[in-house]
């Protein structure tokens, strides 16, 4: 998220990663009715780049912060959590095919693509460009065709994507309630018998997250807490179709 008072140039230290920081500059007008945000929340707009380790692989990450593209600028901590957990459970994509809902940066799917997988990888509109920059800056072009870059709404037009992926993945897309109708009808089209989604989520109470996994998701496929992580209140769950959903 912006931060105020910075110098011109400065590198920021968090979960192991440093941040290079450039000058502001003037960001265009955002898709608010999408992305409810707090205009003081994203007033300043900054560039900013970010390097990662994961599974042998170093990602240098782009974040656009400002008001454009809100909510989907950061990398936020779900998104870390998840790729840590593909780390330790030495998770295998290669041959598989994969999608990720609300990319925002495309971290993840990235992740996936250099782990092997055949990745599509999926946002609204606003924030393919961000994507496709860092699908450009992290994998080689030799692998270029396995990572798609492709806009994706939610119960709109999800059912001209495949049926029967591998793996779904998305991490912090479970925030805003009058989306968690849209999230559902998108993963039962998507999610076959033999897929298994990996949702991660900051639990926040005020957004009802909790809701979402414990009523809703429930109601159309079975679903287990594979990994928590205490400190940052975040969940993993591994989400499976139920049979005669």
């Known amino acids: 998220m912006a931060a105020s008072g910075q110098p011109p140039f400065s590198h920021v230290e968090f979960s192991g990663?440093?941040?290079?920081r450039e000058p502001p500059e003037a960001a265009p007008e955002g898709l608010e009715a999408v992305f409810p945000r707090e205009v003081g929340l994203f007033a300043d707009a900054f560039p900013e780049e970010t390097r990662y380790g994961f599974c042998g692989h170093v990602l240098t990450i782009a974040q656009h912060h400002g008001a454009r593209l809100g909510v989907a600028a950061p990398v936020w901590e779900a998104a870390l959590t998840l790729c840590k957990y593909f780390e330790k459970q030495k998770l295998n994509f290669w041959g598989k095919k994969v999608i990720e809902l609300g990319a925002g940066t495309g971290i993840v799917g990235i992740l996936a693509t250099l782990l092997g997988g055949d990745v599509t990888i999926t946002d609204l509109p606003l924030a393919l460009e961000q994507i496709q920059e860092n699908v450009?800056?992290?994998?080689?072009?030799?692998?270029?065709?396995?990572?798609?870059?492709?806009?994706?709404?939610?119960?709109?037009?999800?059912?001209?994507?495949?049926r029967d992926y591998d793996f779904i993945l998305g991490a912090d897309i479970v925030y805003l309630k009058d989306t968690y109708p849209l999230l559902i009808r998108t993963l039962r089209h998507l999610c076959g018998p033999h897929s298994t989604i990996y949702l991660s989520s900051k639990m926040r109470q005020e957004h009802s997250t909790a809701v979402f996994y414990e009523a809703l998701l429930p109601l159309h496929f079975t679903s287990e807490l594979a990994y928590r992580d205490e400190n940052e209140n975040i969940n993993i769950y591994r989400v499976t179709s139920t049979p005669n959903s």
Do not use: I
């Open 17 to 20: 990663a440093v941040a290079a």
């Open 136 to 162: 450009h800056r992290n994998v080689p072009a030799a692998h270029s065709a396995r990572a798609r870059v492709c806009a994706l709404s939610w119960g709109l037009d999800h059912e001209e994507f495949l």
